[in-house]
């Protein structure tokens, strides 16, 4: 049982120690701004979009890139922006898969700033 749980422990942090070396690599930041970029040219901007939007998204996703579900987050615009960003979302998809497939999330956070 010690032996066990000693190994499952050792996996997890091999798990997370690879996790880093990814992110370090940039990887998983160079997949996020593909992301954000995909999501923003599929943007509709509503005439009540002011500059200095921000609005963070909660993005579920299938292996494939198709998305599952966009539940907005804190967002400084009105129910029509949040609509047309949820809305962008779903026109992105499937979204682009990242460079090295370690880099997939199913559950992604991304903070949407359109450029102004």
């Not at 120690?17 to 040219?41: H, P």
């Not at 400084?76 to 898969?97: C, E, F, I, M």
């Not at 370690?102 to 450029?115: C, D, G, N, Q, Y």
């Amino acid at each position: 049982m010690k032996a066990a749980q000693q190994a499952e422990l050792r996996r997890a942090l091999e798990d997370e120690e690879a996790g880093e070396a990814l992110a370090r690599s940039g990887v998983v930041d160079e997949y996020r701004t593909l992301l954000i970029q995909t999501i923003e040219r599929n943007w509709k901007r509503p005439p009540s979009a002011r500059a200095g939007l921000e609005c963070t998204l909660y993005v579920t996703q299938a292996p494939g890139g198709a998305v599952l579900g966009v539940k907005i987050g804190d967002c400084n615009g009105d129910d029509a922006v949040r609509d047309s960003v949820s809305n962008a979302v779903y026109r992105s998809s499937p979204l682009p898969a990242p460079r090295d497939a370690r880099a997939f999330e199913r559950r992604l956070v991304i903070v949407f700033k359109p450029a102004e």
